[in-house]
């Protein structure tokens, strides 16, 4: 789990076995009581490494989160590939792994805090724009065949921060998930040009399922990972 982020990493700048072990303690933490409450304090004492050592190779708390959002993004992409062997409709796809993320930070805190954390720091944002924006065009490049991977970079500035705001406005009596789903999914189809009846079709078979469920679930198997590494 955080092994394949780390070796990803190695290849580019090779990392020290001590930034290695402050990594997988920072992200254990993150995932388990949430980023903004984690300290460089508690890092130090669940990797028993020095508070200035690890102040040293990480000065702010975003720069270790960064290594962790590459996995979440991962996790994403498990909710894809899962989609589609089953559904073999990329559409489809692509709204499941909107609901499963916007449900999860519906019913999890700490899941919320990560993302809403992430999307909030400059560092980590940009990673998520240009990850979301090679995802999108890798969905939807068949339904959408005039438009390149540059265009999915262009509308990422735009559809990055309806997201940011789709799953940090709280659902209420008037507002319910199945509301904020078909509001946000459909208004990202929309941006990207996408036929209203297909784009009706899919949130409707989305709506239909316990994406609640399936969001839980696969979020479990994704800290049980994590859990697993840093055994």
Same mark, same amino acid.
């Given at each position: 789990m955080i092994n394949s982020i780390i070796q990803r990493h190695s290849m580019i700048n090779p990392l020290s076995d001590t930034e290695i072990q402050i990594l997988r303690s920072a992200s254990g933490l993150f995932v388990k009581q949430g980023f903004s409450k984690?300290?460089?304090r508690q890092i130090a004492a669940e990797s028993g490494?020095?508070?200035?050592?690890?102040?040293?190779?990480?000065?702010?708390?975003?720069d270790m989160l960064r290594v962790l959002i590459e996995e979440i993004m991962d996790y994403h992409l498990d909710v894809i590939a899962e989609a589609e062997e089953?559904?073999?409709?990329?559409?489809?796809?692509?709204? @499941? $792994?909107?609901?499963?993320?916007i449900a999860l930070c519906e019913t999890d805190d700490k899941a919320y805090d990560? !993302?809403?954390?992430?999307?909030?720091?400059p560092h980590t944002f940009d990673y998520i724009k240009e990850?979301?924006?090679?995802?999108?065009?890798?969905l939807l490049k068949d339904i959408l065949p005039d438009m390149d991977e540059d265009d999915f970079r262009k @509308? $990422?500035?735009i559809t990055s921060g309806i997201e940011l705001a789709a799953f940090t406005s709280p659902t209420n009596r !008037?507002?319910?998930?199945?509301?904020?789903i078909t509001l946000f999914a459909g208004s990202m189809l929309k941006i990207y040009g996408v036929d209203?009846?297909?784009r009706k079709s899919a949130i409707e078979k989305v709506i239909a399922l316990d994406y609640v469920k399936i969001a839980k679930e696969l979020w479990s198997r994704f800290v049980k990972r994590l859990d697993d590494v840093n055994k």
């Open positions: 984690t300290t460089h490494i020095g508070l200035g050592t690890i102040t040293y190779h990480y000065k702010v708390k975003e089953k559904s073999g409709d990329t559409l489809f796809s692509y709204v @499941l $792994e909107i609901a499963v993320q990560l !993302y809403y954390s992430a999307y909030n720091h990850w979301a924006a090679k995802k999108n065009y890798h @509308l $990422e500035n !008037y507002f319910n998930l199945n509301d904020k209203e009846a297909k």
